[in-house]
């Protein structure tokens, strides 16, 4: 890593010491000093939930069809199939309705590679981060949010984010008991993994990258894929180091 | 940028004077204002968050020294920088600097409104570091070397035929006789163009939705997908942002987050909400080698506590500005510098002075609409109203409109004299206009009647009629 | 109820617009409220709400209006006032105003809490459903901004107008827009200005309505100014006109009064 200038250093250090000592004088009237560090380090502490829409309250078999209804809404496709096995042949169904060549970036990812791939032979697999010239990706996801269909990605080893975003294409495999209801139930789900460690990215996708950039016309595809497809795998991942609440405990 | 917000009657004008602009407002105009309602009915607890929302920022601001340490803390504990910069001088030259150390050649960049208002392209670009806009909009007006019109729809104000003219101009190593015919043409050759320069960037510049106290994250939320490769491609990641954008936690970045996208473009979620937090980590086949975040003050820290303190709590989705009968008719340039519409009307007096941007607050018929739309009832006209008060204790307005108001002020205070002269007066007008029941010009009124027949009293104050029919009774 | 009531006492704050342009506004408003079972007194000692001074920059003089009127008011059951725009002010603004005054800021609360507007005023504290009136004709509404943002008035007056004889509906599409008046930003902004009330203008002729009304004064000033111009002969008064049944006293705004 490259020096960072000594100049550039206590330029910030001035800096700081100047707006901390204007925050400071301004909100001196506005509160009682010493008991803000205490509220804000609990607030942290026990980052309490705000109003959690009612819409994402739901039991579990529901959080998936509405899942499965909001991300049809934002124009991602979503089939299900019964187990691991199946999946070389729905992606293969897939690229060839949509007329792309059988050539995957694999995230790497043991989950993905547990999929019995020999059953499509004609599916030519590459695994890594993404390259330039990779049209579809494969990838798992940490959850599914039911509010809004949004996927929940956290870059690793085996989740390299750039599968997310530079391929045209980009197919998501999750079991569906990873289906959430809110935004909060992920953050929830995030700090059981790593001992609640944020990984370096977390992003939530939902539905295909998009424009209205010019004259307010909806254009798919901008910059990342324009195609996302999810393909809910029941059981997938049973027999594995399991959902994603004992992701912790075994890491 | 350099601001023309003194101008503003003369840009407002020529905007309006501008067919082809009207032309692409008239399509702009209810757009967003439709599928916002549409977002708000789908979800009943909406402003129950906005309440949340508003009492959430209000204890931010409160306690928003110990917010920033927790994040800068954090940022540092997962191996990143926090570089505080009180001007956009400071600012502009801790990004150059960053670049530099970087040996940058080429920095790609996702939307940042902060960076606009630092200027930071122009300046990067004078000292040899080329920045690339990368979002679609910023990128054609980045080629176009025009301001942004619009905080979340920068090229607004263009059609796809202006879109692509430019895009024949500056992609000269493509065949020229290529079909640019449909917004979706565009759209592809831009993703291609872009794609190389996201690839040989040395360092991505993003800026920030909001910052997380709790883990030091950056957070972006984009449909495109340009800022992620913005920031998973270069070596380097630099996040450039005001410091008014910290937020405790997670759970609270989520209310603002089910807030923003649906005040905005009326989209129940962004496609890409992403949470950055340091370099890139052992075992990681991607990300950034550096993560820096340069946090800007530029005079945010001096409106805390005064009149203007929770204009603090935007949160920059454009509802107010797409809502504003006085933007929609005139776009977003006729302002004159980075923040257009309401908030602009608010904010920029208070980045580049009253002197220069007395006529923004002013620029408002206190419709109200801005604020009954705004996810953290942010009371804008209110505050634009606080402008008027220092505008005219600075003596800035027009001393006509003083004068004038000195005068009624004498005059209405004292209500003997002031019912004996309406009622001659009126008398006198009633007469006057009695024939044609208006008056197509009127001295002193010429504001009003150049485009407005001005519509005759009726003759006589209510205040003599009624004085008339109590004498009458009693 | 047991025994009959003692009438409440109404002051009418007429506005200075309704004072010197269009009495009648004010008469309508007396003649509403009484029918409505209202003892109306007008104090004398009112001018102007002091929105402009308050709007533009000059505190000391909407201070000393504000001063003035709450003043003028005191001792009465209600403040009633054919305008949302005043009526926000008085309402919204007084307490705001004088937050910070241990004399005027109480003072200013007890008013604004006894402060409505006409029509809200009869259909929400005294109950009234429908009004004794007749008008032939297909009319729209126009919501003015204050009235609308400030005040909260959007279904009353459409309930009145619906119980007027002969008198059609027709809604107004962006019936929320404002039309560009806004006190002194039609003399600031003449242009822009413009431009708002010309789509204004367009939208109410659009609609096929032979009559246009509003709650406010100045905005009325303002879509009728605009529509003469362009030739409209779209007729256009203030709500209170229509309710009261006394639209065969006065021409419609802007027109000839053939008196």
């Known amino acids: 890593?490259?020096?960072?200038?000594?100049?550039?250093?206590?330029?910030?250090?001035?800096?700081?010491?100047?707006?901390?000592?204007?925050?400071?004088?301004?909100?001196?009237?506005?509160?009682?000093?010493?008991?803000?560090?205490?509220?804000?380090?609990?607030?942290?502490?026990?980052?309490?939930?705000?109003?959690?829409?009612?819409?994402?309250?739901?039991?579990?078999?529901?959080?998936?069809?509405?899942?499965?209804?909001?991300?049809?809404?934002?124009?991602?496709?979503?089939?299900?199939?019964?187990?691991?096995?199946?999946?070389?042949?729905?992606?293969?169904?897939?690229?060839?309705?949509k007329n792309?060549?059988?050539?995957?970036?694999?995230?790497?990812?043991?989950?993905?590679?547990?999929?019995?791939?020999?059953?499509?032979?004609?599916?030519?697999?590459?695994?890594?981060?993404?390259?330039?010239?990779?049209?579809?990706?494969?990838?798992?996801?940490?959850?599914?949010?039911?509010?809004?269909?949004?996927?929940?990605?956290?870059?690793?080893p085996g989740a390299p984010i750039t599968l997310n975003f530079m391929p045209d294409n980009h197919i998501v495999i999750m079991d569906p008991s990873r289906i959430v209801g809110s935004y909060e139930d992920g953050w929830d789900v995030a700090r059981t993994r790593d001992g609640g460690a944020m990984p370096r990215a977390v992003n939530f996708i939902t539905g295909p990258s998009r424009t209205a950039d010019i004259e307010q016309q909806l254009q798919l595809g901008a910059h990342g894929p324009r195609n996302l497809h999810i393909i809910l795998v029941d059981q997938l991942d049973r027999g594995d180091q399991g959902p994603s609440e004992s992701d912790g405990s075994s890491a | 940028m350099h601001p023309t917000s003194h101008d503003f009657k003369d840009n407002a004008r020529r905007a309006l004077d501008d067919v082809h602009l009207q032309t692409v407002m008239g399509v702009f105009r209810g757009g967003f204002v439709d599928k916002r309602k549409r977002a708000m009915e789908r979800l009943p607890e909406f402003d129950q968050l906005r309440d949340q929302a508003r009492d959430l920022k209000n204890h931010i601001l409160e306690n928003l020294d110990h917010y920033l340490e927790r994040f800068e803390a954090k940022v540092v504990e997962n191996g990143g920088q926090v570089h505080w910069c009180r001007t956009p001088a400071e600012a502009r030259e801790t990004v150059l600097e960053l670049c530099r150390a970087a040996d940058a050649k080429t920095v790609s960049k996702g939307k940042s409104m902060v960076a606009e208002e630092i200027g930071l392209n122009d300046y990067l670009e004078e000292h040899g570091v080329v920045p690339i806009e990368t979002d679609l909009g910023e990128y054609i007006i980045q080629l176009r070397r025009e301001p942004p019109s619009h905080i979340i729809v920068p090229a607004i104000h263009l059609t796809k035929g202006d879109v692509a003219d430019t895009f024949r101009e500056h992609h000269t190593d493509l065949k020229p006789d290529r079909n640019l015919g449909e917004a979706r043409d565009l759209v592809n050759e831009a993703r291609a163009v872009l794609r190389q320069k996201f690839i040989a960037a040395d360092v991505g510049i993003t800026g920030a939705n909001f910052l997380i106290a709790e883990t030091g994250s950056t957070v972006i939320v984009t449909n495109e997908g340009n800022g992620d490769l913005t920031q998973c491609l270069p070596r380097v990641h630099i996040v450039v942002t005001g410091l008014e954008k910290v937020v405790p936690t997670l759970e609270d970045a989520s209310t603002l987050?089910?807030?923003?996208?649906?005040?905005?473009?009326?989209?129940?979620?962004?496609?890409?909400?992403?949470?950055?937090?340091?370099?890139?980590?052992?075992?990681?086949?991607?990300?950034?080698?550096?993560?820096?975040?340069?946090?800007?003050?530029?005079?945010?820290?001096?409106?805390?506590?005064?009149?203007?303190?929770?204009?603090?709590?935007?949160?920059?989705?454009?509802?107010?500005?797409?809502?504003?009968?006085?933007y929609n008719a005139i776009g977003g340039h006729a302002y004159g510098w980075v923040y257009p519409g309401p908030i602009g009307s608010v904010l920029d007096p208070a980045l580049i002075g009253l002197a220069e941007a007395h006529h923004l607050p002013n620029?408002?018929?206190?419709?109200?609409?801005?604020?009954?739309?705004?996810?953290?009832?942010?009371?804008?006209?209110?505050?634009?109203?606080?402008?008027?008060?220092?505008?005219?204790?600075?003596?800035?307005?027009?001393?006509?409109?003083?004068?004038?108001?000195?005068?009624?002020?004498?005059?209405?205070?004292?209500?003997?004299?002031?019912?004996?002269?309406?009622?001659?007066?009126?008398?006198?007008?009633?007469?006057?206009?009695?024939?044609?029941?208006?008056?197509?010009?009127?001295?002193?009124?010429?504001?009003?009647?150049?485009?407005?027949?001005?519509?005759?009293?009726?003759?006589?104050?209510?205040?003599?009629?009624?004085?008339?029919?109590?004498?009458k009774a009693g | 109820?047991?025994?009959?009531?003692?009438?409440?006492?109404?002051?009418?704050?007429?506005?200075?617009?309704?004072?010197?342009?269009?009495?009648?506004?004010?008469?309508?408003?007396?003649?509403?409220?009484?029918?409505?079972?209202?003892?109306?007194?007008?104090?004398?000692?009112?001018?102007?709400?002091?929105?402009?001074?308050?709007?533009?920059?000059?505190?000391?003089?909407?201070?000393?209006?504000?001063?003035?009127?709450?003043?003028?008011?005191?001792?009465?059951?209600?403040?009633?006032?054919?305008?949302?725009?005043?009526g926000g002010m008085i309402k919204v603004h007084y307490p705001k105003m004088f937050e910070a005054d241990p004399v005027w800021g109480p003072r200013a609360k007890a008013l604004a809490d006894r402060t409505w507007e006409l029509v809200s005023f009869l259909v929400e504290v005294l109950g009234v459903e429908a009004v004794a009136a007749r008008y032939d004709g297909t009319v729209t509404y126009h919501d003015s901004c204050h009235g609308l943002r400030e005040m909260g008035i959007k279904d009353g007056p459409?309930?009145?107008?619906?119980?007027?004889?002969?008198?059609?509906?027709?809604?107004?599409?962006?019936?929320?827009?404002?039309?560009?008046?806004?006190?002194?930003?039609?003399?600031?902004?003449?242009?822009?200005?413009?431009?708002?009330?010309?789509?204004?203008?367009?939208?109410?002729?659009?609609?096929?309505?032979?009559?246009?009304?509003?709650?406010?004064?100045?905005?009325?000033?303002?879509?009728?100014?605009?529509?003469?111009?362009?030739?409209?002969?779209?007729k256009v008064r203030h709500v209170a006109e229509v309710l009261a049944g006394m639209t065969g006293e006065v021409a419609p705004i802007g027109d000839p009064t053939g008196r």
């Open chain 3, 1 to 86: 109820m047991t025994e009959k009531p003692t009438k409440p006492r109404v002051g009418l704050f007429v506005t200075c617009l309704i004072d010197m342009f269009r009495p009648t506004v004010g008469f309508a408003a007396v003649k509403l409220l009484e029918d409505a079972g209202c003892s109306v007194e007008v104090p004398r000692g009112q001018t102007c709400c002091g929105q402009p001074g308050w709007n533009n920059g000059d505190r000391a003089d909407a201070e000393a209006l504000a001063r003035q009127t709450i003043t003028a008011f005191e001792g009465l059951d209600y403040l009633v006032i054919p305008s949302g725009s005043c």
């Open chain 1, 100 to 156: 792309l060549a059988p050539e995957l970036r694999l995230a790497p990812d043991p989950r993905l590679s547990a999929i019995p791939w020999d059953r499509q032979p004609t599916l030519a697999l590459t695994s890594g981060h993404a390259r330039d010239r990779d049209a579809t990706s494969v990838t798992g996801a940490v959850a599914g949010i039911a509010e809004t269909g949004t996927l929940m990605m956290m870059s690793g």
């Open chain 1, 1 to 97: 890593m490259a020096e960072i200038s000594h100049s550039l250093a206590s330029r910030s250090a001035k800096a700081r010491a100047g707006i901390f000592g204007d925050i400071r004088a301004a909100l001196k009237p506005m509160r009682t000093e010493g008991a803000a560090a205490t509220v804000v380090d609990d607030r942290i502490a026990r980052h309490p939930r705000n109003l959690v829409p009612a819409r994402a309250n739901l039991p579990q078999p529901e959080q998936v069809a509405l899942f499965i209804a909001k991300a049809t809404e934002v124009m991602t496709s979503v089939e299900r199939v019964a187990s691991a096995s199946d999946v070389p042949k729905a992606i293969a169904d897939y690229l060839k309705g």
């Open chain 2, 363 to 471: 620029a408002s018929t206190f419709c109200g609409r801005c604020e009954a739309v705004c996810p953290v009832h942010i009371p804008l006209p209110n505050m634009m109203r606080q402008w008027r008060f220092r505008e005219s204790e600075q003596k800035l307005s027009p001393p006509a409109l003083r004068y004038g108001l000195g005068f009624w002020g004498f005059f209405a205070t004292k209500p003997a004299l002031y019912h004996f002269g309406t009622g001659i007066a009126m008398t006198v007008l009633g007469l006057l206009g009695r024939a044609k029941g208006r008056f197509r010009s009127l001295p002193g009124a010429k504001g009003w009647t150049d485009t407005r027949d001005m519509p005759a009293p009726e003759g006589g104050t209510f205040q003599q009629r009624w004085a008339q029919r109590q004498r």
């Open chain 3, 158 to 234: 459409r309930t009145l107008l619906r119980s007027v004889g002969g008198l059609s509906l027709t809604e107004l599409p962006g019936a929320e827009d404002c039309c560009g008046f806004g006190g002194t930003f039609c003399v600031k902004y003449p242009e822009i200005s413009t431009q708002m009330v010309e789509n204004k203008a367009a939208a109410i002729v659009g609609t096929g309505a032979d009559t246009m009304l509003a709650g406010d004064l100045g905005c009325l000033l303002n879509m009728a100014g605009r529509l003469k111009r362009n030739g409209s002969g779209v």
């Open chain 2, 257 to 326: 987050i089910r807030l923003l996208a649906r005040s905005a473009t009326g989209q129940e979620m962004s496609c890409y909400t992403t949470f950055s937090t340091g370099p890139r980590r052992a075992g990681d086949l991607d990300g950034p080698e550096q993560f820096h975040v340069v946090l800007v003050d530029n005079g945010r820290t001096s409106l805390l506590g005064t009149e203007f303190h929770e204009v603090l709590r935007c949160i920059r989705c454009g509802a107010c500005m797409n809502h504003c009968p006085v």
